[in-house]
């Protein structure tokens, strides 16, 4: 991973290569600037162009919030935001799932993806520290049925039971699967 | 403090006991929220189709609220000011933010480059905790949180830190022209203000698709357009072009975002086996609907990393595709002055007021769209205190 391109690429030098070619070589090259036309904007009016631009990365900004926690941050920027959320950092296996997804570019599914991964991991976490701390699951709260029974209680129930029937068909076949074993 | 939290997909626990939260910035501010709102966009994480949306987390980007207190930096807002807060957490002096690109800010979201700042919205939205509490940190708090103008109602208030803006946005990425026929995929809170505004931009003809009846009913009589459900088509886009002549629509807006239903081979690629971020049923019939060298304009969410939609045909038809989050502030102005001459009250949309206490309940209604629901308001108990 070491040699690739990227990683081998002198950084922040985008404005001094631009500014170099506007100085010497667009004057040699035939037709430069001719056509440009401010007004072939497909942004405006979302966007008021004023060439800032150009200024890259080189803007004014806010100090930095104290990171007194773990963030990650897409390694599509060169560090953390001078500001960010501070809710939940990563935590337990799924924090070192998230690390790792960090390690790729946003333009990866294996970025996503492992992300994804990550949020059904982190899911179970929270079942389990559930149970240490003596919350037990309460779907009819949790999951809406409440509001279903109280609006939609029809088709509630016949989902409901649709589901059970189901799992009884499903757990007697597993019975005779065993049985014949 | 109570505070909505999340456990996973569909599973929505209120918390009694979160800590507060604390200026952690000296541009933060502490705000008491008064009104909240759950949008379609919460919608996503509730489904679980954001990556990176951490058990734990407090959603919630559409709110109002007192200033508690305010960091040693801030220079604006006073405590005691009643604000509402817009959706885009920006800084006001990136080149995107310098530029009125409040919903793409730079500083703001370490996590995704490709996505701005967000209140509750997951860490790919930044990880801030948000609005379906009784307190939240506020940073930046001299760049977007606005005081309620006097006389705006609380209810108006609210809905300007998004749907009113991401409406009005909607409609003007169309480019809508005098005498266009405008198509909305969408009869949702954002659909239905992109409706509305069409006419704002000259529309001769604002046509509203959903399969939710209720929905299409409110969109005649709020956003005075012609309503059909897709239910009783048997193919939505040959609806639209025989209904524009054979030439198709002048602007499609595709306000629905990957959780869209209507085809069972996107379901099954998107919300089944996840080899696409939801569906994208809305934009493939936006992108099919519009005439050539039209516009479709996108303010449905989609997430990463990717969706299907035929690229093929917009190349071939020469279509522009302008979409972005909106950005709520550099629309405020206008859109105040709208709300205060009465030329829309954009509050008419919100059908329940639901206690905080009952945030779960609030999530599947809206999910399921039980009880006629088109937009439900959180309050919380702290509301009126002091
Ligand atoms: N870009 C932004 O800044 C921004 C801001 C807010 C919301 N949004 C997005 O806008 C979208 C709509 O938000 P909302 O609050 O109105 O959500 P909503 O879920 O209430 O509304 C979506 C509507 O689309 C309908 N629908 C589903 N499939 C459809 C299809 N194939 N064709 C037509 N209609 C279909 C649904 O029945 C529903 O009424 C969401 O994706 C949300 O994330 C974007
Ligand atoms: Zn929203
Ligand atoms: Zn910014």
Redesign the interface.
Known sequence: MQNELENTIAEFQDRIIADRNLDTRTKDIPGWGMDADPEND?TY??????G??H???N?????Q??IDME????V??P??????????P?SGL?GAV?RY??QFS????T???T??L??RI??I???LS?LTHGILP??W????????W???RPAFISKAATTALLITAGLLLLKKKNKRK | MLAMNFRGPRQIRLDRNKPEPEIKHPYDAIVRVTRSLICGSDLHLYHGRVPDTRVGMTFGHEFTGVVEAVGSGVQKLNVGDHVLVPFNVACGSCPHCKQELYGNCNESNPQATAVGGFFGYAHTGGGYDGGQAEYVRVPYADVSPTKIPEGMDLENAVLLTDVVPTGYQAAEQGGIQKGDTVVVFGAGPVGLMAARFAWFFGAARVIVIDHVDYRLEFARKFAFAEAYNYRDMKDPVLFVKKATDYFGADVCIDAVGCDASGSLLQDITGKGLLLQAGSATALHWAINSVKKGGIVSIIGVYGPPWNLAPIGSLMNKGITIRANQASVKRLLPKLIDHIMSGRINPKEMITHRIPLEDVSDAYRMFSSKLDHIIKPLLIPPRAHAA
């Open positions: 497909p009016p979302m966007k008021h162009w004023n800032a631009d200024e890259r990365l803007y004014e900004k806010a100090p919030q104290p963030v990650l941050h897409s599509e920027r560090g953390i935001t001078r500001v960010f959320g501070n809710s939940t990563p799924s998230r997804a960090y946003e333009a990866t599914a970025h996503w993806m992300l994804i990550a949020d982190n899911v976490e929270g079942k559930d309460n779907p709260i949790e999951r809406g049925w409440r509001a279903e109280k609006h939609n």
